[in-house]
């Protein structure tokens, strides 16, 4: 299976591509230094069509701020512009890919902190980015296309092999498309 991968240079990366190359796939890595996000058919083009492309982008640009502490007089003056601009070209890139190769299994890596409820105004941003991606999985998968989140929530350094190889699991499996499950244990998380 030819896997790609974007984001491969994270100690998880590096965990996932052996995982993967482990199993017997032939895994490209795609990052900022090789891949011009602005430009996604020019990118693909020469390409051999993957049967798996994987997510694994750090999103949040500067984002994981308190929403409130943008601007300390009052939030009235805080602008979501900067947030999408940043996201901006690396969203429509995955949607590109997902419109262009609707016979590939997409996998986001990403987190389930945008359907948790007991947040407050904390990690708002970060949290809508990622409510983001969880839309494009869903808006994938309704249109039949084979879309899942992993989230790694509990990651850490010593638990970083083990969190990598339940992810390759995960992505290798048959779940159903348009959901978002826990790396850990495999379990759907709530919507």
Not at 99 to 111: G, R, W, Y
Request: net charge negative; glycine share 8%.
């Amino acid at each position: 299976m030819i896997v790609w991968i974007f984001g491969s240079t994270s100690p998880f990366a590096v965990e996932l591509i052996t995982a993967l190359r482990t199993a017997g796939h032939d895994v490209v890595t795609f990052g900022r230094d090789n891949t011009d996000y602005t430009e996604p058919q020019l990118f693909v083009r020469g390409k051999p069509e993957p049967n798996m492309i994987i997510f694994n982008q750090h999103v949040s640009g500067g984002f994981m701020k308190p929403f409130l502490n943008f601007h300390p007089e009052y939030h009235r003056d805080f602008t979501l512009k900067p947030m999408y601009e940043h996201m901006d070209s690396i969203l429509l890139f995955k949607i590109y890919l997902i419109e262009q190769f609707k016979n590939t299994k997409f996998i986001f890596v990403t987190s389930s902190i945008a359907v948790l409820k007991e947040h407050g105004m904390d990690l708002l941003a970060y949290r809508m980015l990622r409510a983001l991606e969880h839309q494009v999985i869903y808006a994938a998968a309704a249109d039949g296309i084979n879309a899942i989140g992993i989230c790694p929530g509990g990651l850490c350094e010593d638990n970083t092999p083990e969190y990598a190889g339940k992810t390759v699991a995960l992505a290798l499996s048959d779940v159903k498309p348009g959901k978002v499950y826990f790396a850990n244990s495999g379990d759907e998380v709530p919507a």
